[in-house]
């Protein structure tokens, strides 16, 4: 991928720094099981999946709102795409150089994207 990112300010992140920064919102919002996975190996897409977990879908949005605005506050960064927020079980945010996945502990369950991604370096996030 691009060192570059979606950006409106002169000062942009590098992948590793804007993965760093999603981390920290989805903390901050009282995400769970946080985890970062290094795909840019084996994706051709994106470099980083930011995994987490909300207790409820209200949560779920609350950490997806929490994300992008602190982005876009912060560093003038918008998802390219977001998916899910109607209903919430699993909201993806599509920042190019960093997909995030947030979801209800059920849906986490059924997707287990960490076993899909097993062999790509993974990286617990927080605590």
Known sequence: MT???LTQSDQQLTPEEL???????????????????????????TDYFIVATGNTERQVKAIHDR????LKDDHGIL?????????????LMDYLDVVVHIF??????YYRLEQLWGEVPKRAVGD
């Open 3 to 5: 060192e570059n990112t």
């Open 19 to 45: 993965a760093e920064a999603i981390a920290q919102l989805a903390s901050d919002g009282k995400a769970i099981d946080l985890v970062e996975l290094n795909v840019r190996e084996v994706l051709g897409y």
């Open 67 to 70: 994300i992008h605005r602190g």
């Open 79 to 91: 998802p390219r795409r977001v998916e899910g927020l109607t209903e919430s079980r699993w909201v």
């Open 104 to 109: 209800t502990p059920e849906a986490r369950e």
